[in-house]
């Protein structure tokens, strides 16, 4: 017996009463048949609703053979009068997503006549498939576009169509429909076949923000918020905003400029290591012993610097050069041995000290979790005896 679907004849509908007529096990709880339901289905890319059952916990529902199966976390009494509830800020939610979503791939396929090949609408994101090249500034054009269509608060039209009547309809659809089609129509923007929930004006969409874009299999991917959504992502950017706008004492809207200045003194601060890593290699090269193995603690050094001191060393000396320096949880470190092969150092000290690392015959770098130079300048020092 088909399901009545509540969901289509009001989707503001939270409250309502059905007869159970089936309720049978399933894996995560029992699945219960009703013979009818203001409980939206998974499916067309939209999740399904949530609520309660006469106090049972309805925490999937989907479609099977246009029979609606609610997955709950009880039985419930076959033919019984039972109240259902709808959770209605996540069945709002998919509304004002699914419907925003419509008003974007209209928008966008109408303008680059493209076809929407993909859509999912995810907890926090609603992601949309396009097989066309858009530019970031294409979409900001069309981001404004769809808010303007939001503010003239159009009605939504939601009829089933089939046969001649479908066939004059120009509608977009993944793939060739008979028999009664559910078409949904944002006048002036979209026209697509969906069997979703959606808001009855688009004023009730509240707002649209595409947050990125990324080539995608020779398209483009978009994230996009809509609704509560929108307002909680921009709320939460302009919160981050303003937090970094205390640390570079600059306000939300000129922090890329203050951004750019700090780039452009961390890279002359770079240089200026650079130079004096330089001249600490120097002046540790011509301090070693031609022939002689060194081991050496070099606070401060980065990754390059401890490269550059052990290889300026070992030049000097022609033998195994091990420099270290103190970062985060332990030690780092550098190995060379000119003309020979100083990997199997390597592999001893990372296993001795939990290290990671490695690198080539000549010269291999990492970490380790040790954080005492003496202990590893006692095992470099016996190791090489």
Same mark, same amino acid.
């Given at each position: ?11 503001f ?8 007529l089936?309720c ?6 029992y699945?219960v048949?009703?013979?009818?339901? /203001?409980f939206?289905?998974e &499916?067309?890319?939209?999740?399904a ?5 006469d106090g049972?916990?309805?925490t999937? $529902?989907?479609?099977k ?7 709950v976390?009880? /039985?419930?009494e076959?033919g019984?009068? $039972?109240t ?10 998919h509304?004002q *997503? ?10 966008i396929?109408?303008?680059f ?7 999912h609408?995810?907890a926090d994101? $609603?992601?949309?498939?396009f097989?066309?090249?858009?530019s ?21 039209d939601?009829?089933?169509h089939?046969? +001649?009547?479908l ?11 008979? &028999? ?8 002036? +923007? ?11 004006t688009?004023g009730?969409v509240g707002?649209?923000?595409?947050l ?6 020779g ?7 809509c609704g509560?959504?929108?307002?909680q992502?921009?709320?939460? +950017?302009w919160?981050?905003a303003?937090a970094?706008g ?12 203050a ?9 002359a601060?770079? *240089? ?6 330089? /001249?600490l ?10 022939g002689?193995?060194a ?10 610097g ?6 300026a ?9 091990? $420099?270290? +320096?103190?970062?985060? *949880? ?12 100083v990997?199997?150092?390597c ?9 990671r690392?490695?690198?080539k ?8 979790a040790?954080?005492d ?13």
């Amino acid at each position: 017996m088909e399901t009545e679907k509540l969901y289509y004849a009001d989707p503001f509908l939270t409250d309502f009463t059905a007869t159970v007529l089936d309720c049978q096990p399933g894996k995560n709880g029992y699945l219960v048949t009703l013979d009818r339901t /203001a409980f939206y289905p998974e &499916g067309g890319g939209q999740p399904a609703d949530h609520g309660v059952l006469d106090g049972a916990v309805v925490t999937d $529902v989907h479609e099977k053979n246009s029979v609606i199966l609610h997955n709950v976390d009880r /039985a419930v009494e076959i033919g019984k009068t $039972v109240t259902g509830t709808i959770d209605w800020g996540r069945r709002f939610d998919h509304m004002q *997503q699914h419907s925003g979503e419509h008003i974007c791939s209209g928008l966008i396929c109408e303008r680059f006549h493209c076809d929407n090949v993909g859509f999912h609408m995810g907890a926090d994101i $609603v992601t949309i498939d396009f097989n066309a090249d858009i530019s970031w500034e294409e979409l900001l054009e069309i981001e404004a576009k769809a808010n303007q269509y939001l503010y003239e608060n159009h009605p939504i039209d939601i009829q089933f169509h089939r046969g +001649a009547e479908l066939e004059a309809i120009d509608y977009r659809s993944k793939k060739a429909l008979e &028999g009664d089609v559910r078409i949904v129509a944002f006048p002036g +923007a979209d026209c697509c076949a969906c069997c979703g929930t959606h808001v009855s004006t688009t004023g009730q969409v509240g707002a649209i923000k595409i947050l990125s874009a990324q080539s995608y299999k020779g398209g483009t991917r978009l994230a996009v918020v809509c609704g509560e959504r929108a307002h909680q992502s921009i709320a939460a +950017a302009w919160q981050d905003a303003a937090a970094v706008g205390t640390l570079l004492s600059s306000a939300p809207g000129r922090l890329l400029p203050a951004v750019q200045n700090l780039q452009t003194a961390e890279a002359a601060l770079k *240089q200026r290591l650079a130079a004096m890593q330089n /001249a600490l290699s120097e002046a540790l090269a011509q301090a070693a012993v031609p022939g002689q193995p060194a081991v050496l603690h070099c606070d401060g050094a980065d990754g390059d610097g401890l490269r550059r001191i052990c290889l300026a060393v070992s030049a000097r000396t022609n033998a195994l050069t091990a $420099v270290l +320096a103190s970062g985060g *949880q332990g030690l780092a470190y550098a190995l060379c041995l000119p003309g020979g092969d100083v990997r199997p150092v390597c592999k001893a000290l990372n296993e001795a000290f939990g290290g990671r690392g490695g690198g080539k015959p000549g010269f291999c770098q990492g970490s380790l979790a040790c954080t005492d130079f003496a202990d590893v300048q006692n095992f470099l020092v016996n190791y090489h005896e």
